[in-house]
């Protein structure tokens, strides 16, 4: 995986093709296959996946490639699945007492990690600016 120096808070399904080397297909059908991976899309329509997401992609493709997993395996392991949490991703990860459903809960922390993530990047460009 190219390291670049600004980490970027979406990317295109190309990119995300390149950086896991999987085909862009492959990402589309694990989509399908996989409640987890949703990542969102922007105005036209098209996929912007967020670093979440791109190492979901990665724990999938591990789990079918190397360690072998049938599909059907690899759900049942994503049901106890826990993304890795930064330090500063620590604050309040329990989900809104007033959601009523897993899907809204899981929503709301996947909003809340990506303003972290925004946070992170406009404070690391505001040091480097200044």
């Known amino acids: ?11 295109s399904i ?24 949703q990542p969102a899309k922007n105005r036209a329509g098209n996929r912007i996946y967020t670093n979440r997401d791109i190492k979901l992609i990665l724990y999938i493709k591990r789990l079918l490639r190397e360690e072998r997993y049938t599909i059907e ?6 049901q106890s699945y826990t993304p890795e949490i930064d330090m500063g991703e620590q604050l309040e990860l329990i989900g809104d007492p007033t959601a009523t459903s897993a899907s ?13 993530e925004m ?11 200044t």
């Open 73 to 78: 395996g690899a759900k049942q392991v994503l």
């Open 14 to 37: 190309s990119e995300v093709s390149k950086i896991t080397g999987l085909e862009q297909y492959v990402l589309r059908y694990w989509e399908s296959e996989f409640e987890l991976l």
């Open 1 to 11: 995986m190219k390291q670049v120096g600004i980490r970027k808070l979406y990317y």
């Open 119 to 129: 946070k992170k990047f406009l404070e690391d460009l505001l040091v480097r600016l």
């Open 104 to 116: 809204a809960k899981t929503e709301d922390n996947r909003l809340r990690n990506d303003m972290i």
